[in-house]
Nanobody, 123 residues
Framework: QVQLVESGGGLVQAGGSLRLSCAAS????????MGWFRQAPGKEREFVAG????????YYADSVKGRFTISRDNAKNTVYLQMNSLKPEDTAVYYC????????????????WGKGTLVTVSS
């Protein structure tokens, strides 16, 4: 099994940046595809970004392309989400998720989840 803990959320003004971290523990973390999802109040949880186990492939929701960057450091058992040019509509609880096979762009496709970290972008 995999345990995931997110950190790095906070309050930032529009146009600012934050970097989220997801610390993972588990024997097979290195081989897991990882992703970031987010859920705003009253909204469904949605895909933000994903990365293959090797880090050679990344995927982004259209809403964050060019602004967010997902990366991973398997030696540190950590996945990151660098968020630049933040917009108020980025406000949400951000969740780290893991899949032992491939990146999934729907929440139901991910097997393990962190508790989330809140990102609030003010206008």
């Amino acid at each position: 099994q995999v345990q995931l803990v997110e950190s790095g959320g906070g309050l930032v003004q529009a146009g600012g940046s934050l970097r989220l971290s997801c610390a993972a523990s588990g024997r097979t973390f290195t081989t897991y595809a990882m992703g970031w999802f987010r859920q705003a109040p009253g909204k469904e949880r949605e895909f933000v970004a994903g990365i293959s186990w090797s880090g050679d492939r990344t995927y982004y929701a259209d809403s964050v392309k060019g602004r967010f960057t997902i990366s991973r450091d398997n030696a540190k058992n950590t996945v990151y989400l660098q968020m630049n040019s933040l917009k108020p509509e980025d406000t949400a609880v951000y969740y780290c998720a893991a899949n032992p096979f491939t990146i999934a762009t729907t929440p139901s496709g991910m097997d393990y989840w962190g508790k989330g970290t809140l990102v609030t972008v003010s206008s």
